[in-house]
């Protein structure tokens, strides 16, 4: 005999509401359903009423942890249709900020699996030094979340020498802290019990179900927008793309701390060799508060890697007449990461699903697109895939 | 007259309701100090636990309609009942005889068995997914440390020669069998649901388990029950161990043997507070096999020890 747990809309293990359908027989998971939608605000549809300034900073609220990820690929999209001209230096704080922001979302992620497996002491000084990457955040750009850094055409805020050696400081404390854990992870007898050959996502299945990010690395696939299709400063710098055979979520979880290392190397790396001159593109120098008029016509896709995987904007304009974008798609990629749920969960007990579902580093709330709501009726509709592909034509 | 009397002085002052309530609450805010400080937090006053028990019993008392039943509504209180109870038959003080006659270990160890045994029917009375999840995972956990647990303290009970925990046990039984004082050490957080044997319990995978439908006084009642059960197993383990509670002069001052008794079994308890700290929580089969195997294996050497060689 089998029976469903309700793992959500509340549950622990999940920090937003969504509702996984888990079917067991016993502790064995027989099944999996998922619900999406209960997260929807609207965002896509509230980018095309916006011109670009104001979208820069509805795109930067899509998700709190990689808020750089989204306001940046915003402005690559827009800076794009623009063929704009980003100075040399701007790109170089955006890269220093979006490493820094991958720091603390890893930590962060590292943290919390540490939580779902129930080793709260893992949790607790994760998180503690996790402080160190959020209070550099904070004197660079004044905010520990939604940073606000990327304007379209360049950057809000400068980095100068004192900043630093601040940073330069912190990080060398904050990689120490982690070449701990990154010895921790693979050899605590109980961490080993509840991570390793667990949530299994093989190469070929990753492959398949097109993973993105760390999931896909920890599984052997040597991919990340970085290195194969660099945007910002990232094709003036040296870095490795650290990759796990293990493909389980210890595998995962190894490969997020491994990049943590390669991202102060980044920042090592970028704040020597960061060019002087302004913050701002020539052509809106003008405009203190980046693009506020339309653009011309065109249809691009703005991508960067945020610490969750391949994150994609794409942006349509209709012309100058026209204050902002007519069309933008967001892929997020816990949306790609969905499809591996599934199989990691596959032959798993009740046991794993915490820490399998925060393997892929879930963040629902901006991976909502699929209730649809009748106005008139409050009737609600799920779309499948299928009619979700023709609904985008 | 003299008896009935003294019965109830015992059962509602010393040592218990009042003594354990006291006391349990206060291990469990020493517990939950120590570990933050372990884990760089400040962490709650030592005080919360009483804090904590007082909120709850002036909440409302809601059950969900499904789970309306005799079961659901009784299990608490047969918990309470049966780790009061057990707390005083355990040895506190020297001075007070406790409860309980010539065979009070085996007694004592069946009224430490019931808390668990209360909840696991809480838990499949409150027709939760959770709280039956829960209670499935609790009996497979209960097989596993009980075996441990039974083994050790007969281990301890064969050194003794007697299973009178009021008279028997006067010495320090740790040094002759330590092998049988290192198991029942583990499998004593099995027994408290603690790190790394929280699984009927497990947060972040099925919610509190059994408890999830628990609310107000009758959750108030199941953390009661929680932290006085502390109490007595580290209470048990110093009488079956480390000699039960000796009162001690040093000089002119006497010491009441309450006061070691405390002393011991907040050693006993800042010892699991430590296991806690440092381990992730284990999957129930693991826990199983951890427990039917090598502490298996170390509790029936000792006790083997115990029989060929005393």
């Not at chain 1, 330069?168 to 404390?173: C, D, F, H, Q, T």
């Not at chain 1, 390793?196 to 040597?222: T, Y």
């Not at chain 1, 990691?344 to 580093?361: C, K, T, Y």
């Not at chain 2, 805010?29 to 006053?45: E, L, T, V, W, Y």
């Amino acid at each position: 005999m089998t029976f469903k747990v309700p793992v959500g809309p509340q549950h622990p293990a999940l920090h937003e509401p969504e509702h996984f359908k888990v079917e067991l027989e016993g502790e064995e998971i027989v099944d999996v359903d998922l619900r999406l939608g209960y997260m929807h605000r609207g965002i896509e549809k509230g980018l095309q009423d916006r011109n670009y300034h104001r979208g820069i900073y509805l795109a930067e609220r899509v998700c709190g942890i990689c808020s750089v990820a989204h306001s940046l690929s915003f402005a690559l999209a827009a800076e794009d249709i623009a063929d704009m001209q980003v100075p040399e230096r701007a790109d170089y704080i955006r890269t220093i900020v979006a490493e820094l922001e991958r720091l603390h979302s890893h930590i962060l992620w590292a943290g919390v699996a540490g939580e779902e497996v129930g080793f709260q002491t893992l949790f607790m000084t994760m998180w503690r030094d996790r402080e160190k990457v959020m209070d550099l955040l904070e004197m660079v750009t004044g905010n520990r979340v939604n940073y606000s850094i990327n304007r379209v055409g360049g950057v809000r805020e400068d980095i100068e020498d004192k900043h630093a050696e601040k940073i330069l400081k912190n990080l060398e404390s904050l990689e120490e802290d982690l070449k701990r854990y990154v010895e921790i992870f693979p050899s605590d007898s109980t961490v080993l019990a509840r991570m390793k050959d667990k949530g299994i996502l093989p190469k070929k299945k990753a492959q398949e179900l097109s993973a993105s990010g760390p999931v896909m690395r920890g599984s052997d696939i040597k991919r990340d927008v970085r290195a194969d299709d660099p945007y910002a400063a990232y094709g003036e710098i040296p870095f490795d793309v650290p990759v796990e055979t293990g493909e389980d979520v210890l595998a995962k979880a190894v490969v997020r701390l491994r990049e943590c290392l390669e991202s102060i190397e980044i920042i090592r790396y970028a704040l020597d060799a960061m060019p002087e001159g302004s913050l701002m593109s020539d052509e809106v120098q003008g405009m203190p508060i980046g693009v506020n008029k339309g653009l011309p016509v065109g249809e691009v896709t703005g991508r960067v890697e945020a610490a969750r995987g391949d994150l994609m904007y794409h942006m349509k304009s209709e012309g100058e007449e026209e204050d902002g974008p007519s069309r933008v798609k967001i892929r997020t990629p816990t949306l790609a990461n969905i499809p591996a749920v599934f199989e990691m969960l596959e032959g798993e007990s009740m046991a794993e699903v915490p820490i399998v579902l925060a393997s892929i580093d879930q963040c629902f709330s901006c991976t909502e697109r699929i209730a649809i709501v009748d106005k008139e009726t409050h009737e609600k509709e799920i779309k499948n895939m299928q009619e979700l592909r023709e609904m985008e034509r | 007259m003299n008896a009935a009397l003294e019965f109830f002085v015992s059962y509602l002052l010393f040592p218990g309701i009042i003594f354990s309530f006291i006391f349990g609450q206060l291990f469990e805010g020493i517990d939950r100090k120590i570990a933050a400080h372990m884990q760089s937090r400040i962490g709650p006053p030592i005080l919360q636990p009483f804090y904590d028990i007082g909120k709850l019993f002036t909440k409302e008392d809601i059950t969900p309609e499904k789970s309306q039943s005799f079961f659901f509504n009784g299990a608490p209180l047969i918990a309470f009942g049966a780790v009061i109870t057990a707390m005083i038959m355990i040895p506190v003080t020297g001075v007070i005889e406790p409860l309980g006659g010539s065979l009070s270990l085996i007694v004592v160890l069946y009224l430490l068995n019931i808390p668990a045994i209360a909840l696991i029917i809480g838990g499949y009375a409150s027709s939760s997914p959770f709280g039956v999840l829960g209670s499935n995972r609790y009996i497979i956990q209960l097989i596993g440390y009980e075996l441990i647990f039974i083994i050790t303290a007969i281990t301890a009970a064969v050194h003794a020669g007697s299973y009178n925990l009021a008279s028997g046990f006067g010495n320090w039984f740790i040094f002759r069998a330590p092998l049988a004082a290192a198991a029942m050490l583990l499998a004593v957080p099995g027994k408290l649901l603690k790190t790394p044997f929280d699984i009927p319990e497990a947060e972040t995978e099925i919610v509190m388990g059994p408890l999830t439908e628990y609310s107000g006084p009758k959750l108030a009642l199941f953390k009661l029950t929680h932290n006085i059960e502390l109490l007595a197993i580290a209470g048990l383990f110093t009488a079956l161990f480390l000699g039960g509670p000796v009162s001690v002069t040093i000089g002119a001052v006497t010491i009441p043997g309450v006061v070691t008794f405390l002393i011991q079994a907040l050693v006993v308890a800042i010892l699991i507070t430590l296991i806690r700290c440092v381990t992730a929580r284990l999957r129930i089969h693991q826990a199983l096999k951890f427990y039917w195997g090598p502490i298996g294996f170390v509790a029936f050497l000792s006790l083997i020890l115990a029989v060929m060689v005393w």
